[in-house]
């Protein structure tokens, strides 16, 4: 079986080839082609899974190209794990907003807009490609803001697109650990969009566990979420949110956390990455070793903006080992050899939401068979919920339109309708800022 990676140069390849070298059942990936823009950035990730694969018998075979539609023609799958614009993107995406005074984060607010902007008229190009080079092929997307992105991509794929994120995953993970539960044994009730969820219950044995967990502020202050939102907020929301919704709940202080940062998350990682294809042209350094130690200081510091603003102290030990390529690899299994398994994904609402419609991409469990992913019926968010999901949604929209039609006005639109952007005359100066500063927006007019 074949996987083209497309951002085949990108930092967390080697999470996933590290995955598929643990799978030795019949059916699996033997061949494995990295896309990428960047010669040398493939070249360097290249040598990294070299590294790895040495003394596995039968690791998957590794091609590097920088045609895309030679990567394409013909796969079974892809990962689609681009950055547009690169990490400089991702920093100017910060440092625009924050000139502001408003969240300039890859995903949420006024950054997750440019980001989206730039990303969705690649990602559509992608999925033509797919759609004509490699019909029968399933696309699991990485690429942020995922939601939509894949929403995207599904208007050419339809539901052969699905997207995925290790946010709701690692989330209930640290709920049931927290609970004395085992995660593979637990049900968990989460629902909204990519990183605007909450989880609403935790079964076990079909008895619901996080009533227990919330009535204890002892065990809710133990973990990353008790600790970054407060007990006595989640008490008040009767749910746990996903990390990321702290951006909503506590966007002033964090807003002022990233102003007073030394460095955004962006530019930090810039210069982080920079580092490590730099090191990775010396050809006696030892490429898993630079690769693994960069790795460690990219997870500790992850969200750390938000951790010290809330006085949440470092990230725990067992949240520092990702995810997300488990997710990808349990994805492609399951519709690969047909093995029926339930996983968190992003797809199309068909009647899960009735607030939203069919063709809306939600984050939700799924049941995923050789049939692709299935949307489990879940009960009508709270009030509080459908009206934040409504409104980003609502602006996701608004993205996908001016990407489409080239629609300066559209763009504004969809900046000035984000419930964390504050004013339309702040959104004019946005998209006046970003289309200076990122060429990939030249088509807005």
């Not at 390849?13 to 598929?20: E, H, I, K, N, S």
């Not at 989640?234 to 990390?243: D, F, K, R, T, V």
């Not at 520092?320 to 968190?344: D, F, Q």
Request: glycine share 10%.
């Amino acid at each position: 079986m074949r996987l083209t990676i497309l951002g085949g140069g990108g930092f967390r390849v080697p999470l996933v080839y590290g995955a598929l070298l643990k799978d030795r059942a019949e059916g699996r990936v033997t061949r494995v082609v990295l896309h990428d823009l960047d010669a040398g950035r493939l070249s360097a990730v290249t040598r990294v899974l070299a590294e790895q694969a040495a003394g596995v018998p039968d690791a998957p075979e590794v091609s590097a190209t920088t045609d895309l539609d030679e990567a394409l023609r013909g796969t079974d799958f892809v990962f689609s794990a681009i950055r547009v614009g690169g990490l400089e993107g991702r920093a100017n995406d910060e440092r625009v907003a924050l000139a502001e005074g408003v969240l300039g984060q890859e995903t949420v607010g006024a950054g997750g807009i440019a980001y989206g902007l730039r990303t969705v008229p690649v990602a559509v190009d992608i999925a033509r490609r797919v759609a004509r080079l490699a019909p029968d092929a399933w696309v699991i997307n990485f690429t942020n803001p995922a939601g939509l992105v894949t929403e995207a991509m599904s208007r050419h794929l339809g539901e052969r697109v699905i997207g995925i994120c290790d946010s709701p995953v690692g989330l209930g993970r640290r709920i049931a650990r927290v609970l004395g539960a085992n995660p593979q044994e637990a049900w968990i009730d989460y629902v909204g969009l990519n990183h605007l969820g909450w989880v609403r219950g935790l079964r076990v044995a079909g008895r619901d566990e996080l009533p227990r967990l919330l009535a204890d502020p002892g065990l809710l202050g133990s973990f990353e979420e008790g600790k970054l939102f407060g007990v006595d907020w989640l008490q008040s929301l009767g749910a746990i949110p996903n990390e990321y919704l702290h951006y909503y709940y506590f966007n002033r202080e964090a807003v002022r956390a990233y102003q007073q940062a030394e460095k955004t998350r962006g530019a930090f990682l810039h210069d982080q990455q920079a580092r490590f294809y730099a090191e990775m042209r010396n050809p006696g350094a030892s490429a898993w070793k630079v690769w693994d130690d960069t790795r460690a200081e990219r997870e500790a510091t992850y969200m750390a903006e938000n951790r010290e603003s809330a006085g949440a102290g470092d990230r725990d030990e067992d949240d520092l080992s990702g995810g997300y390529e488990k997710v990808a690899l349990a994805l492609m299994r399951a519709i690969a050899r047909n093995e029926r398994t339930t996983l968190i994904l992003n797809v199309r609402n068909r009647h899960t939401l009735s607030v939203l419609d069919t063709d809306a991409v939600i984050e939700v469990p799924c049941v995923v068979d050789a049939g692709g992913a299935h949307p489990v019926a879940v009960d009508p968010l709270p009030g509080h919920a459908t009206g934040l999901v409504c409104a980003v949604k609502a602006v996701e929209r608004e993205v996908l339109a001016a990407a489409e039609s080239g629609s300066r006005a559209t763009a504004v639109k969809a900046f000035a309708l984000h419930p964390l952007v504050d004013s339309v005359g702040v959104a004019r100066r946005l998209v006046e800022g970003y289309t200076e500063v990122h060429p990939g927006l030249a088509y807005l007019r």
